[in-house]
């Protein structure tokens, strides 16, 4: 079964550079995110049954457009892996268009930014997009409590996924122990389950044909504490 992940691109059309005012933050019912964006900016659209993307002016949309696409895409492509696609798919296309260079960046989110020429109405324009890599809430939240995330794309990926469910249902194991600190104090503890060998190294595990069997230990990372109630 494929593994998905969310990227998120942020695509900015102007015709100048962008002046930076007062921040105002931007967010909707539907979006998964909040957006932080110079206070002449405003929306005209959020994804809903209508619009599949939210979508930003400052001005008129010649003088800046901003818009925020959501895709899921197969594990393992990168934010250059996403860059180039829309570059050899879509963007050369454009009128006028000109490649720019990719650039990383880390913070909160990781990615590339890819910047290009083109033109609209005879007029020269600038576009960046930035490729951010999402922090899926379930998907987070599922590696803290040692559960796993599920999202198909079509019906036919259910069984497989229900096959799954019911593997580790029939396949786990209740642990239990005394941590060292005793302390009441509210305070988050990170957990680290491990399978260790006689010898003291990592559990290896080989099949009836003497090959080693790859294993992946599903477990909560942590837990907090209980507080004292004053």
């Known amino acids: 079964m494929k593994h998905l992940t969310a990227f998120l691109a942020l695509i ?4 100048s550079v962008v002046t930076v005012l007062a921040q105002e933050m931007h967010t909707g ?6 957006i932080e964006l110079p206070s002449n900016w405003r ?22 457009y901003l818009q925020i696409r959501k895709e899921i895409v197969d594990a393992g492509t990168t934010p250059s892996d996403l860059a180039q696609r829309d570059q050899d798919q879509k963007l050369r296309y454009i009128p006028g268009f000109v490649e720019g260079k990719q650039e990383p960046f880390s913070g909160r989110l990781n990615g ?12 020269p324009m600038m576009g960046r997009i ?5 922090d899926n809430q379930l998907t987070a939240f599922a590696r803290m409590t040692g559960g796993r995330f599920y999202q198909p794309r079509f019906q036919g990926e259910l069984r497989e ?5 019911g593997s580790d249902i029939r396949n786990q194991y209740s642990i239990a122990y005394h941590p060292t600190n005793p302390k009441l104090d509210g305070t988050y503890r990170k957990l680290k389950v ?3 060998g006689p010898d003291g190294s990592p559990l290896k595990i080989r099949d009836q044909k003497g090959k080693d069997v790859k294993y992946q230990i599903m477990a909560r990372e942590g837990y907090t504490a209980k507080h004292t109630v004053e």
């Open 112 to 123: 590339v930014t890819a910047s290009y020429e083109f033109t609209k109405a005879g007029k």
């Open 161 to 165: 996924i229900f096959r799954d469910i």
């Open 194 to 196: 491990e399978l260790i």
């Open 43 to 64: 929306s005209i659209s959020e994804p809903d049954a209508v619009h599949e993307h939210a979508e930003f002016v400052n001005g008129d949309r010649m003088d800046g």
């Open 12 to 15: 900015l059309l102007t015709m």
């Open 29 to 34: 019912d539907q979006a998964a995110y909040s």
């Open 130 to 134: 930035y490729y951010l890599q999402a």
